[in-house]
Nanobody, 129 residues
Framework: QLQLVESGGGSVQPGGSLRLSCAAS????????IAWFHQAPGKDREGVSC????????HYADSVKGRFTIARDNAENTVYLQMNNLKPEDAGTYYC??????????????????????WGQGTQVTVSS
C-alpha cells in the first residue's frame, strides 16, 4: 500500500522553527515529485514547496522563500520541510503529497493538487505568542 505519513508539527512562537517529516511506505520517494501544501483555517490548500523527481531541483512559494527548505533523504525514504522564522500566517495544517508517476519530473508550487495521487493525513502547526 502506498502511504505517506507526516510528523513534526507543533506549537511555536513567531520567529521559531519546526522541521516537518514526510515518510513514505510502499514506494520510493526519490522517483516521485513530492510537495508540501499548507491549509490555513477556512482557506484552500496551497503549495508551499516541492522537490523534483530523481533530482534536487526545488521550488518555493514566494511567501516562504528564504525561510523554508525542502530536502529529501533517500536512505530514509523521507522528505523534510525545515521551517524557520515562522510567522502567524504560517499556522495551519501541512500536508505532503506525492506524484508517484511523475511527468514532468519538475514541479512548481502552482501545480494543480490533481497531479498528486498520494496524500498524507496532515500535521498541525501553530504559531502564536
Amino acid at each position: 500500500q502506498l502511504q505517506l505519513v507526516e510528523s513534526g508539527g507543533g506549537s511555536v512562537q513567531p520567529g521559531g522553527s519546526l522541521r516537518l517529516s514526510c515518510a513514505a511506505s510502499g514506494f520510493t520517494l526519490r522517483y516521485s515529485v513530492i510537495a508540501w501544501f499548507h491549509q490555513a483555517p477556512g482557506k484552500d490548500r496551497e503549495g508551499v514547496s516541492c522537490i523534483f523527481a530523481g533530482g534536487d531541483g526545488t521550488h518555493y512559494a514566494d511567501s516562504v522563500k528564504g525561510r523554508f527548505t525542502i530536502a529529501r533523504d533517500n536512505a530514509e525514504n523521507t522528505v523534510y520541510l525545515q521551517m524557520n522564522n515562522l510567522k502567524p500566517e504560517d499556522a495551519g495544517t501541512y500536508y505532503c503529497a506525492a506524484s508517484v508517476v511523475p511527468y514532468p519530473p519538475s514541479c512548481t508550487t502552482e501545480d494543480s493538487k490533481g497531479r498528486y495521487n498520494r496524500w498524507g493525513q496532515g500535521t498541525q502547526v501553530t504559531v502564536s505568542s
